[in-house]
């Protein structure tokens, strides 16, 4: 089970940490990643971070801008996000699969609840 928390009503310009514990199994050996949708539209890949290297990778419209990493003694992962825009505002979702590419393609094992984001202009 993945339990996604940390989202929240924040300014342009502000800041946020998406947390999202993962409960059930280790997590250790799967990469981890963060996605995010808004009503109507496809589910849209934001940063994936690697088990046996712990690489990442971003999406272009979060690159420099938002930071994931993980902590794997507490089965979590976190997404580190900076000056937050408006079009960043989505429902976010954390997932997991054993290989970082079926992250990135969004072809999940787990996929947790998702945590609002809302941003004000």
């Not at 089970?1 to 947390?19: C, F, K, T």
């Not at 981890?32 to 999406?59: C, H, L």
């Not at 290989?99 to 996929?111: F, L, N, S």
């Amino acid at each position: 089970q993945l339990q996604a928390s940390g989202g929240g009503l924040v300014q342009a310009g502000g800041s946020l940490r998406l947390s999202c514990v993962a409960t059930g199994r280790p997590f250790s050996n799967y990469a981890m990643g963060w996605f995010r949708q808004n009503p109507g539209k496809e589910r849209e890949f934001v940063a994936a971070i690697g088990w046996r290297d712990s690489s990442t990778y971003y999406a272009d419209s979060v690159k420099g801008r938002s930071t994931i990493s993980r902590d794997d003694a507490k089965n979590t992962v976190y997404l580190q996000m900076n000056s937050l825009k408006p079009e960043d505002a989505a429902v976010y979702y954390c997932a997991a699969a054993t290989e970082m590419v079926h992250v990135t393609r969004g072809w999940a094992d787990y996929w947790g609840q998702g945590t609002q984001v809302t941003v004000s202009s």
